[in-house]
């Protein structure tokens, strides 16, 4: 499994927010690349960055401060927030980052959906599938759509996606634990297909990681119990 260290960008700054509340932001440091290059250092691999300013505004807003993550470490960046069109995909991998996640744009267009997964194939694309209450959320997690969790991620495995983060909104940045529960009914619901699945949000403890590890999934993202000092690079870099 993918221990996955996540920034969340507003203003350039690495930020964190409760439950999904833009109010709630609170700003943990003002260079990114700071966090982004001891990560690299520790030996870790992989980056989670989300454009929150992007996510909010349907079009990307922190690409300048992603290029230069990108052009000054190796980290593999997978970005998400606020691509909407086939042009800020080209652009988002112009600027360095080498996996996308399609959030929002899944949950508001399919067709488009699926002429990237054609462009740019399943090992590039990473399906976004966030949630509150069961009920996939968009725009930044401030729209609350009627589509199940479920079979949104099942209707696009059956088209040819295999990578999924899942944040359950109600736990993300709450450091009460990630939410156990959700990743086992996504794994029920899927059966016998192949899923890369990834969780997201609440993460508050090593003990956390290797529960979601030993359910079988992929990645785990680790974002505000590191910022909090809940875990340290250290301990992340031992498991």
């Known amino acids: 499994m993918d221990i996955i260290l996540a920034i969340d960008l507003i203003d350039a700054k690495a930020v964190r927010l409760h439950k999904g509340d833009y109010a709630t932001k609170k700003v943990y440091f003002s260079d990114p690349l700071e966090v982004a290059k001891e990560y690299e250092d520790w030996g870790f691999k992989r980056l989670h960055v989300v454009d929150l300013d992007g996510a909010k505004a349907k079009e990307p807003r922190n690409l300048q401060t992603v290029e230069k993550i990108a052009n000054q ?34 949950a508001n267009n399919q067709e488009l959906a699926m002429k990237l997964l054609e462009i740019y194939s399943a090992r590039k694309l990473i399906l976004g599938a966030d949630c509150k209450n069961e009920k996939i959320a968009v725009s930044g997690w401030t729209e609350v759509t009627n589509l199940s969790v479920y079979q949104f991620i099942n209707s696009y495995l059956d088209e040819g996606y295999k990578s999924v983060i899942s ?8 450091l009460e634990g990630p939410s156990f529960d959700l990743y086992e009914k996504i794994y029920q619901s899927v059966g016998s297909k192949k899923i890369n699945l990834i969780a997201s949000g609440g993460v508050s403890s090593i003990d956390d990681l290797k529960r979601l590890k030993a359910m079988g999934l992929s990645g785990a993202i680790v974002g505000k119990a590191f910022y909090e000092g809940k875990v340290t690079f250290k301990e992340l870099a031992e498991v």
């Not at 691509?83 to 988002?92: E, G």
């Open 73 to 106: 470490t190796n980290l593999i960046i997978d970005l998400g927030g606020g691509l909407h069109t086939k042009d800020n995909f080209d652009s988002a991998f112009s600027a360095g980052v080498e996996l996308v996640t399609v959030g929002s744009l899944a």
């Open 167 to 174: 944040t359950d909104i109600s736990q993300d940045g709450t």
